[in-house]
């Protein structure tokens, strides 16, 4: 193996142009080599399904307690106290993980439908008084927050502070760039917010917050472990469900035979929601820390290298994926990388697929069509694939 031979991009994977529209962009990434050297950055890149998936499931050479972003936590301070879960390695992962992992248990999130279930329908009541709505700002923003919150037990005041910090988070994986420097200046309040919210006093009973406290209790953690376990939630927990909902919606806007297969047959709802998160992942890119010199199909990642691992791209690479621009309802599109793989891959998945199945799936019982009335607008951010905008105009069945 030899480091001379590996490809340089000239490509800046965070300005606006790459962030506005990242598939403009993938096929050069992918075809520079299984593996590339970013010269925008000085970094390592990866945009090919089975580099990336090899990558994300090799925690022990492409480490995260170094920190998931560009920075590297070995050389320099980390924006906010490090995440105990996605910016730690095991043994620790392994123990908070195994925390939050009983706490979000499949068999108890179910507990929770009914009551979901009918806050989508409520909403779903609402936006069908009139035939047009925002997709975004109307709907993926306004159902996760009618129940993640409440779920995780916050209090009520300042709850609109959430939005803004998750943005701030997901833009501080990138470079300090003028999307990180807008983001985190409205960030200072809402990080305050956070840091109270998390605190045992201020959790109300029955809300997975009080479940991480209660593991404290029995010795799992510390109280101080504890706040960093809830602010996970609340970091991870909103933004990504907004904008996947948001991409499930605009993917039937562009695919409008797929939302008469979905009416046709509802039981294709769960793959439909697994499609749209392969199709246009909200969380793009990850960024990894070699722990040790690795071989990448031929190249030499040196140790102390960071690695941009383009989930997007992978989610999208012809050599994995027939047609891969295309949302298609027949595929199998499980395997598709835009939750991550290995020890990382997101804890919260089951609640975003619930969120996602039943407000679209309440949406899909009262309307024979939708239809986006403009062009959908996209709101920049360092990580997520995100929309500002997508007003659609629905039929009533
Ligand atoms: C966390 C965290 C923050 C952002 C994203 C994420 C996708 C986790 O604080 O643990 O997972």
New binding site residues.
């Given amino acids: 193996m030899n480091n001379t031979s590996v490809p340089r991009v000239d490509i800046d994977p965070f300005s606006d142009a790459v962030l506005q529209d990242p598939y403009a962009y993938h096929e050069q990434l992918r075809e520079a080599g299984p593996v590339f050297w970013l010269e925008s950055l000085g970094v390592y890149g990866m945009a090919r399904f089975d580099e990336v998936r090899a990558s994300l499931s090799n925690h022990e050479v492409f480490v995260s307690s170094r920190g998931v972003g560009v920075a590297d936590f070995a050389k320099e301070e980390p924006w906010r106290p490090p ?1 105990l ?2 910016e730690a390695d095991p043994p620790l992962h392994d123990r908070t993980r195994g925390i939050m992992s009983a706490i979000l248990a499949p068999a108890r999130l179910r507990e929770r439908e009914p009551l979901w279930r009918e806050r989508a329908h409520e909403l779903v009541d609402e936006l069908t008084d009139s035939d047009t709505f925002d997709a975004v700002t109307d709907l993926a923003e306004v159902f996760p927050m009618r129940i993640f919150p409440d779920s995780v037990g916050l209090m009520d005041e300042g709850r609109e502070h959430l939005l803004t910090y998750a943005a701030a ?2 833009n501080a994986f990138g470079p300090r760039n003028h999307i990180f420097e807008e983001g985190n200046a409205a960030s200072v309040e809402a990080s305050a917010w956070v840091a109270e919210a998390c605190k045992r006093e201020n959790l109300k009973p029955g809300g997975w917050g009080q479940d991480v406290f209660a593991a404290a209790d029995r010795g799992e953690c510390t109280p101080d472990e504890a706040e960093r376990l809830v ?2 939630l609340l ?2 927990g909103v933004d ?1 469900t907004v904008n996947g909902i948001g991409h499930l919606l605009l993917a039937f806007t562009e695919h409008p035979g797929e939302w008469d297969n979905l009416r046709a047959d509802p039981r294709l709802i769960r793959r439909a929601v697994d499609e749209s998160i392969r199709w246009d992942s909200t ?1 793009q890119t990850f960024f990894r820390t070699a722990s040790q010199d690795t071989e990448v199909a031929g190249h030499l990642v040196p140790k102390d290298s960071k690695v941009l691992l383009f989930l997007g791209s992978a989610n999208r690479d012809p050599r994995k994926w027939d047609k891969p621009e295309l949302f298609d309802l027949t595929r199998t599109t499980s395997g598709h990388v835009g939750f991550g793989a290995g020890i990382h891959q ?1 804890l919260g998945q089951v609640i975003a697929r619930l969120e996602a199945q039943m407000i679209v799936g309440a949406l899909a019982e009262r309307c024979v069509s939708i239809r986006r009335t403009a062009v959908p607008v996209r709101r920049l951010n360092n990580t997520l694939h995100a929309l500002a905008s997508l007003p659609v105009k629905v039929q009533l069945a």
Avoid: I, K, N, Y
Wanted: hydrophobic share 50%; glycine share 0%.
């Fill in positions: 995440s879960l996605l988070v997901f602010r996970s970091s991870a990504t969380v997101c």
